[in-house]
């Protein structure tokens, strides 16, 4: 998704403000710009590039501008096509207002039309631009620019995370937030503006979150912090403890392959971290301790591995606590009739907690006064700030586009959580709780050595083989059917392969039909007995249609090692523990395949790290 960048102080804006870009450049982007004002005469001066944000270096060299106020961004396109015209910074008719813009104005097309009837020329197709002719038509009509910029925000509709630089305030740069991320690094008489802190990580230690629905003016040595009405807001500053260093790739070729090793570390963290909390459980996750025991249901929304991670954590959930859990597609759940189940607390499950459509759909259930509670990886995100309570995952950053560690680190709360909350109802003792927190400790240990028992034959033959392959077939049931379409997922994203899921008891009644030799299937096995049963008659109903079958299987399971072309055996482990002692292999195994087929594994094509637009 876009990211914006900003700075206002002592020091040349422009090395800064790239620096930024690039930490950011994860979250995905298609074209990236850079404004400045000239220190001598307060022009706007800007670039812009279609592609990597070396395409933009590569201008500001042969045009080295700079300053000591400047704004940038990376664009991930929405409205209009990848061209340079559509890059931001976007302009008023006069060029003397720059805009750098992260989200979607609702409203563009209308607005767009009364400023073009009142004579403004349009150079982009984008919405942003419409804001900067906006303003022009506003700093007219209006003495002050916080009145000008109260009126435009009256007029804009969606969710927007602005960045404003002109001429006629050249000191200053406008921040403005709605449902869109933003932040300021406070340093030493200087100011480091983004849409996400890494931007200015080890650059400031004091950082400022903009509340929601805010506006900011602020110049090298002031903060003038204001609702949407005009009311000045009080400046909360917070303490910023990530750093950027340990975000490097240390040695390994990608950040995929980092936070794939990671997970045996994550796991770990994570617990220790659920173990700190554990007393205070109910309490950080913003409900109390009747409120927990008394639930009737549990209730989660997320996307894309989100969403499978909360699917698998269902049968945590109902196996372990015995009370129904329900997983919502946050996207579909949005615009769904609601009946608010009773005695239930919904979580929103989200590596970025930013993701839109999860934070819409938790805004939604706020309305009905539902507990909502943020299960994300970020501390100082939205949903964090929004949610009645929270619920952190220790992953680390995680720079890679494709969701790797988050995975594993979300189930692992999910696990514990299931636990914890059958240990409230009284249905397992202190020493049950101890185990379930050993097991998963354990099985971080598993994901790591199955990940080393079958690296050499991955890299060496496994993935040329199957990077042959153009479409693919992935199943599994129960628990393993979510896990298989999170595996399927995987590859699309990052080999770019056609990759169907279905729940094997499907099987006969369609998909039988793409059953040929060209098509390997791959099955994700369970450690419930009956479950595994099953599963092997779909096995055999693939193989005596000439099917090629490659299993993930648990050590005990010699019906399906022997009717498998090809397995992967992971040891066996406690139920329900067996998707993440498989997640690293089968993360590996797409990475291998992907990297075979020279994909460009960490910034796949079209996609963005946290989707903060719908
Ligand atoms: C897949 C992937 C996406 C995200 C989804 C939700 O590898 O990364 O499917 O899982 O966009 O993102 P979060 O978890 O940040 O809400």
Redesign the pocket.
């Known amino acids: 998704m876009c990211s914006v960048v900003g700075y206002v102080g002592k020091r040349s804006c422009r090395s800064f403000i790239l620096e930024g870009l690039r930490r950011l450049e994860y979250r995905g982007y298609d074209s990236a710009g850079f404004a400045c004002l000239c220190p001598r005469d307060s022009r706007l001066l800007y670039a812009k590039a279609v592609g990597r944000l070396e395409n933009l270096e590569k201008k500001l060299k042969k045009e080295p501008i700079d300053g000591y106020v400047g704004i940038g961004h990376t664009r991930w396109s929405t409205h209009g096509a990848v061209t340079e015209h559509n890059a931001h910074p976007h302009f008023d008719c006069n060029k003397t207002i720059s805009i750098v813009h992260n989200g979607i104005i609702e409203n563009c097309y209308a607005l767009k039309r009364q400023l073009e009837e009142a004579g403004h020329v349009f150079f982009s197709a984008t919405d942003t631009e419409v804001i900067a002719h906006q303003l022009e038509v506003l700093l007219l009509s209006h003495v002050t620019l916080k009145k000008a910029i109260i009126d435009l925000v009256n007029k804009l509709e969606g969710a927007y995370a602005f960045l404003v630089l002109m001429e006629n305030y050249p000191d200053c740069i406008v921040l403005v937030r709605k449902r869109s991320p933003l932040c300021i690094g406070i340093g030493d008489d200087e100011l480091f503006i983004a849409s996400d802190p890494l931007a200015f990580a080890g650059n400031s230690s004091k950082v400022c979150f903009l509340p929601d629905e805010s506006f900011a003016i602020v110049k090298a040595d002031q903060i003038e912090l204001y609702d949407f009405k005009g009311h000045a807001l009080p400046i909360k500053v917070q303490e910023l403890t990530i750093d950027w260093v340990n975000q490097e790739r240390k040695g390994h070729e990608h950040f995929m392959l980092k936070e794939i090793y990671e997970q045996k570390e994550v796991i770990h963290a994570t617990v220790d971290f659920l173990r700190q909390i554990s007393n205070e459980v109910w309490q950080y996750m913003g409900i109390t301790q009747e409120t927990a025991q008394s639930l009737k249901s549990f209730n989660m929304i ?5 969403y499978h991670a909360a699917s698998i954590g269902k049968f945590f959930f109902e196996k372990i606590t015995k009370i129904p859990a329900y997983v919502h597609l946050a996207s579909e759940f949005r615009y769904m009739p609601f009946f608010p189940s009773e005695n239930s607390v919904y979580l929103a499950v ?3 907690g ?2 839109a459509d ?1 934070l819409e759909a938790m805004r939604m259930l706020q309305t009905h006064h539902v507990p909502t509670v943020a299960l994300t990886n970020v501390a100082s995100s939205t949903m964090v700030r929004e949610a009645d309570g929270f619920l952190l995952t220790q992953a680390g950053y995680e720079i890679a ?3 790797t560690k ?1 995975f594993s680190a979300q189930l692992t709360v999910l696990y514990w959580l299931a636990h914890r909350l059958a240990l409230e109802k009284g249905l397992i003792n202190q020493q049950q709780m101890h185990m379930a927190q050993e097991d998963l400790l354990v099985v971080a240990q598993l994901l790591e050595s199955c990940m080393e028992n079958y690296r050499m034959d991955i890299t060496h033959s496994v993935a040329k083989e199957y990077a042959q392959s153009q479409n693919f077939i992935f199943l599994g049931r129960h628990e393993s059917y979510p896990f298989a379409q999170e595996a399927a ?2 590859l699309k ?1 990052t080999a770019y392969r056609y990759a169907l899921c279905y729940s094997a008891g499907e099987l006969k009644h369609g998909p039988l039909a793409l059953i040929d030799v060209k098509t390997p299937v791959f099955v994700f096995s369970s450690q419930d007995p009956l479950i595994y049963q099953k599963l092997l008659g779909n096995v055999q109903e693939v193989k005596v249609r000439g099917g090629h079958v490659v299993a993930f299987t648990f050590e005990h399971q010699k019906e399906l090692q022997l009717l498998a072309d090809r397995v992967f055996i992971i040891p066996d482990v406690k139920p329900l523990l067996g998707t993440i002692a498989m997640t690293g292999l089968m993360q590996l195994l797409v990475y291998e395949i992907a990297k075979e087929l020279g994909r460009p594994i960490d910034k796949p094509r079209n996609l963005a790290k ?2 903060t637009v719908e």
């Open positions: 997320g996307c894309g591995t989100s989200s590596q970025s930013e993701t999860t586009v494709v969701s988050a997922l995987k994203e946290s989707v």
